[in-house]
T-cell receptor, first 115, second 109 residues
Framework: GAVVSQHPSRVICKSGTSVKIECRSL??????MFWYRQFPKQSLMLMAT?????????EQGVEKDKFLINHASLTLSTLTVTSAHPEDSSFYIC???????????FGSGTRLTVV | DAKTTQPTSMDCAEGRAANLPCNHS???????VYWYRQIHSQGPQYIIH???NNETNEMASLIITEDRKSSTLILPHATLRDTAVYYC??????????FGAGTTVTVRA
């Protein structure tokens, strides 16, 4: 149990376009989901926390207008990278917290390349 | 938030136990210790977590000192597939998992 599906696994987009990444909890309800970014040879950096039905909270230094997060249901959160630039190229990973206990399950990540 | 300190890297022999230390001297009484690992270009994989008592599951054992200022993750019989970056994380009171640099574990045949 506790599977998180993240899609797409890889995406290449042109500068100035937007990209949407989906994160789904397949067999549990996730009241809270988290979005991370990871640059090569670095650790995961928490970008934002999304709670179902409310606005996401962003970590310091993360532009909320650039990284739009929507958590419309207990099983789906999306991250949209708007007006992408090459410096946004990174590995984006979501995580879902299971309701009622402290289990956190991670998606397999999305490799974004902006050209 | 309680910080953790881990060795940057360690090697271990295939088939032997791997003991991964972690210091978390500023941990609060109700904060859990979590261990995850990340194999290259994949999402982190949950290993184990604990509060005070030692824990064991099919993947590993977690030994937490009585004062809770440090812990050790034990992989009982390391295999080549255990090569990964291992993260020791103290879960903050706002339920956020913040990753440090972790320990790069290389299992050698």
């Amino acid at each position: 149990g506790a599977v998180v599906s993240q899609h797409p696994s890889r995406v290449i987009c042109k500068s100035g376009t937007s990209v949407k990444i989906e994160c789904r909890s397949l067999d549990f309800q996730a009241t809270t989901m988290f979005w991370y970014r990871q640059f090569p040879k670095q650790s995961l950096m928490l970008m934002a926390t999304s709670n179902e039905g409310s606005k996401a909270t962003y970590e310091q230094g993360v532009e909320k207008d650039k990284f739009l997060i929507n958590h419309a249901s207990l099983t789906l959160s999306t991250l949209t990278v708007t007006s992408a630039h090459p410096e946004d190229s990174s590995f984006y990973i979501c995580s879902a917290r299971r309701t009622g206990n402290y289990g956190y399950t991670f998606g397999s990540g999305t490799r974004l390349t902006v050209v | 938030d309680a910080k953790t300190t881990q060795p940057t890297s360690m090697d271990c022999a295939e088939g032997r136990a791997a003991n991964l230390p972690c210091n978390h001297s500023t941990i609060s009484g109700n904060e859990y210790v979590y261990w995850y690992r990340q194999i290259h270009s994949q999402g982190p994989q949950y290993i184990i977590h604990g509060l005070k008592n030692n824990e064991t599951n099919e993947m590993a054992s977690l030994i937490i000192t009585e004062d809770r200022k440090s812990s050790t993750l034990i992989l009982p019989h390391a295999t080549l597939r255990d090569t990964a970056v291992y993260y020791c994380i103290v879960l903050s009171n706002d339920y956020k998992l913040s990753f440090g640099a972790g320990t790069t574990v290389t299992v050698r045949a």
